[in-house]
């Protein structure tokens, strides 16, 4: 028996009598490839791409749906209700140029401002725009492809966590912790086209009353 012919052997088989052959598993996407902006974040007038250079960890939506009970005779029938999503967390290292702390900072006075104690106006202005890519890995003369990307709308932030200091620590950077809330987010594919969250799917209505599937 070759290498290839036991390899095929791999995966989940297709058949509850192995009549279909297994098929190699998909690559999936690895957790470290991947790329945040941040549209909107701070004063315009000083890039947030440092921001992206600087991120160690973000996390990806996390949709919920209140549950609505329908109590009915001998049970109960159970319902989607509204939808919310969970706050969002970003992780970034704190750099001796002070860019990263100093974008923070002014997102922070954006929304309010601490000197004069003065709040803003309306959500519009200072509300920003998180965009997470997962990549494949590309880079310097090969181009990063973005797999898949999760655009959320409507952010600002909740929680800024300014990391201390720690004498028992001689390998860790400090680092700024942020809670983002945000009011929507949708999925985009590799082409920049909605998918999955946010695209449209197809509904299929059944009228009982007249036996229409």
Do not use: W
């Not at 974040?41 to 440092?50: D, K, L, M, R």
């Not at 800024?160 to 001689?170: E, F, I, K, L, V």
């Amino acid at each position: 028996m070759t290498i290839s012919a036991s390899l095929k052997n791999f995966g989940v088989p297709l058949s509850t009598d192995q009549s279909s052959a297994n098929q190699g598993l998909l690559m999936p996407k690895l957790k470290y490839r991947f790329r945040v902006t941040l549209d909107g974040f701070g004063v315009a007038s000083s890039p947030s791409t440092e921001l992206t250079k600087q991120v160690m960890n973000v996390t990806r939506p996390e949709v919920t749906f209140e549950e609505i009970k329908l109590p009915v005779y001998n049970s109960t029938i159970k319902l989607a209700g509204k939808h919310s999503f969970a706050d969002a967390k970003l992780t970034v290292r704190d750099d001796v140029s002070n860019t990263v702390s100093k974008k923070v900072g002014e997102q922070l006075q954006k929304q309010f401002d601490f000197y004069e104690q003065s709040g803003a106006a309306s959500g519009i202005d200072y509300k920003f725009t998180m965009r997470i890519e997962i990549l494949d890995g590309g880079n310097g003369a090969y181009t990063p492809a973005v797999l898949e990307a999760f655009e959320l709308y409507g952010c600002f932030l909740k929680v800024a966590t300014y990391q201390g200091g720690d004498y028992n620590s001689s390998t860790d950077p400090l680092d700024i912790a942020m809670t983002i809330t945000y009011d929507n987010a949708v999925q985009l594919d590799a082409a920049g086209a909605l998918s999955g969250l946010g695209a449209s799917v197809g509904r299929t209505i059944r009228t009982l009353a007249t036996g229409a599937a």
